[in-house]
Nanobody, 124 residues
Framework: QVQLAESGGGLVQPGGSLNLSCAVS????????MAWHRQAPGKQRELVAQ???????NYADSVKGRFTVSRDNAKNTVYLQMNSLKPEDTAVYYC??????????????????WGQGTQVTVSS
């Protein structure tokens, strides 16, 4: 019923940039808060950045000033522009959305939805 499709990961040298995107599709009523989380090997998943439907943002201290989260409500898409990348940014990046969707009976239900993840590797 609902899918989150991430793209834009890859291998980049330290100091480089990447732009991730995540599009929500399916029987969508409304997408509220969207976010990016990441999980490095041997570490817990952590919040990187989040953005409300109204555009209010919040960032992890480790990425402030380097990453920018944005969204296009008409396209149900969230973006993460990552600049000045560091080796410690290497992780699988997951898209998150708090969303309402239409059930098979037409009623609106709410759920937390996650993408499958995209690998970001920062290495020389």
């Amino acid at each position: 019923q609902v899918q989150l499709a991430e793209s834009g990961g890859g291998l980049v040298q330290p100091g480089g940039s990447l732009n991730l995107s995540c599009a929500v599709s399916g029987s969508i009523f409304r997408v509220d808060t969207m976010a990016w989380h990441r999980q490095a090997p041997g570490k817990q998943r952590e919040l990187v950045a989040q953005i409300t439907r109204g555009g209010r943002t919040n960032y992890a201290d480790s990425v402030k000033g380097r990453f920018t989260v944005s969204r296009d409500n008409a396209k149900n898409t969230v973006y993460l522009q990552m600049n000045s990348l560091k080796p410690e940014d290497t992780a699988v990046y997951y898209c998150y959305a708090d969303l309402g969707y239409y059930s098979t009976n037409g009623a609106v239900s709410w759920r937390d939805a996650w993408g499958q993840g995209t690998q970001v590797t920062v290495s020389s």
